[in-house]
């Protein structure tokens, strides 16, 4: 017996497909970018350019719908206390 698995749906392939052609070599995980997300969200909000590290971040966020949640969380919080 083979279980029937569940189908994808367009969408659901496209964003997969949209996810593997921007990997890379060296990716950040959810708990690294995390981890520096305050700073990185300190130098966009203040213009500053960013590092490679920093660079990777914004690349995870690109790809990651939770941490992109806390990241424009966090710049809400940081706008308003400017």
Known sequence: MNP?????SPA????????????????????????FIGEFAEKKLTGCELDT???????HLSLCPECTEEYLALKKILEAAR
């Open 4 to 8: 029937e698995r569940p189908k994808l």
């Open 53 to 59: 590290a920093l660079a990777s971040i914004e690349h």
């Open 12 to 35: 659901q392939v496209s964003e997969f497909l949209r996810q593997i052609a921007h990997t890379r070599d060296h990716e950040v995980d959810c708990g690294t970018c995390i981890e």
